[in-house]
């Protein structure tokens, strides 16, 4: 595959995911973190790879397909796989140059559970996360990144400048994020989600516990444009417990 077409290809995707805590899928937009568009976008010229600046990536198909916001709808469903009731789970808000600015979680009875804001350098990186319950801050998310732009690592802290969690991202050679690992600030693992791809597209996540047993499975289903329209849960025995829609608004 030429570097055009893979490039077009991974930007046809969506992959939102993790803004810390949370994991949010698309099917290209970054590791989900969060300019310099195509510019940011890095090859390696030893093996003729491309290696994406992901959050780069997700940046240039939101602004350019003009999503203003993404709401998440969960449907649960009984034994016999219909909705038993539905929820909204979130809902992303983007600015015109398709930047992340505010994330918003909701609790059981729709009110705001608590909501995300963001911070970037002048070079387009996310550069702190805040959290607030009630508009008041409760904690703070810093990152690291390699020479690509992609986030390697993350930290979750309190307050009062506690670590109180830290995260690990794994990429494959195609700069696909296929790996996140969450830990206590002691180093123990308590939580890890594996993402599964065919041709650069996300197909299917895996979430274990800290034991390593499996949790969920996610199956990801994508519309004629390339966005992920649902998420289909199941469970660790295979039964399908759930389906989450996405909802887009534009500008």
Same mark, same amino acid.
């Not at 600015?95 to 070079?123: A, C, M, Q, R």
């Not at 995260?167 to 939580?191: A, C, H, M, R």
């Given at each position: 595959? !030429?570097?055009?077409?893979?490039?077009?290809?991974? =930007?046809?995707?969506?992959?939102?995911?993790?803004?810390? *805590?949370?994991? %949010?899928?698309?099917?290209?937009?970054?590791?989900?973190?969060?300019? /310099?568009?195509?510019?940011?976008?890095?090859?390696?010229?030893?093996?003729?790879?491309?290696?994406?600046?992901?959050?780069?990536?997700?940046?240039?198909?939101?602004?350019? &397909?003009?999503? +203003? &916001?993404?709401?998440?709808?969960?449907?649960?469903?009984?034994?016999?796989?219909?909705?038993?009731?539905? /929820?909204?789970?979130?809902?992303?808000?983007?600015?015109?140059?398709?930047?992340?600015? /505010?994330?918003?979680?909701?609790?059981?009875?729709? *009110?705001?559970?608590? &909501? %995300? #804001?963001?911070?970037?350098?002048?070079?387009?990186?996310?550069?702190?996360?805040?959290?607030?319950?009630?508009?008041?801050? !409760?904690?703070?998310? #810093?990152?690291?990144?390699?020479?690509?732009?992609?986030?390697? =690592?993350? %930290?979750?802290?309190? !307050?009062?400048?506690?670590? /109180?969690?830290?995260?690990?991202?794994?990429?494959?050679?195609?700069?696909?994020?296929?790996?996140?690992?969450?830990?206590?600030?002691?180093?123990?693992?308590?939580? +890890?989600?594996?993402?599964?791809?065919?041709? +650069?597209?996300?197909?299917?996540?895996?979430?274990?516990?800290?034991?390593?047993?499996?949790? %969920?499975?996610?199956?990801?289903?994508?519309?004629?444009?390339?966005?992920?329209?649902?998420?289909?849960?199941?469970?660790?025995?295979?039964?399908?417990? *759930?389906?989450?829609?996405?909802?887009?608004?534009?500008?």
């Amino acid at each position: 595959m !030429t570097k055009v077409s893979k490039l077009k290809l991974i =930007k046809s995707l969506i992959i939102l995911s993790c803004f810390l *805590g949370i994991v %949010f899928v698309f099917s290209s937009f970054s590791s989900s973190s969060e300019t /310099e568009r195509e510019e940011d976008v890095r090859y390696d010229v030893k093996d003729d790879e491309i290696i994406l600046n992901l959050d780069a990536v997700e940046r240039e198909y939101i602004s350019s &397909s003009k999503i +203003n &916001s993404i709401d998440k709808i969960n449907f649960n469903l009984d034994a016999e796989g219909k909705p038993l009731d539905s /929820e909204k789970l979130s809902t992303l808000k983007y600015n015109p140059e398709g930047f992340l600015t /505010e994330t918003i979680i909701y609790n059981d009875e729709g *009110g705001v559970k608590f &909501s %995300f #804001t963001y911070d970037y350098d002048s070079k387009g990186l996310r550069t702190r996360t805040s959290r607030y319950i009630n508009n008041k801050l !409760t904690n703070y998310y #810093t990152y690291e990144y390699n020479e690509f732009g992609n986030k390697t =690592k993350a %930290f979750r802290y309190n !307050t009062e400048d506690e670590l /109180e969690e830290y995260y690990i991202y794994e990429y494959d050679t195609e700069g696909n994020l296929v790996e996140e690992e969450w830990f206590s600030p002691e180093g123990k693992k308590v939580y +890890n989600i594996e993402n599964d791809y065919d041709n +650069n597209v996300k197909t299917r996540s895996y979430t274990y516990d800290e034991s390593g047993h499996l949790v %969920f499975e996610y199956l990801f289903r994508y519309d004629d444009k390339g966005n992920v329209i649902e998420e289909i849960r199941y469970d660790n025995s295979g039964l399908q417990t *759930g389906i989450i829609q996405y909802i887009y608004k534009y500008f």
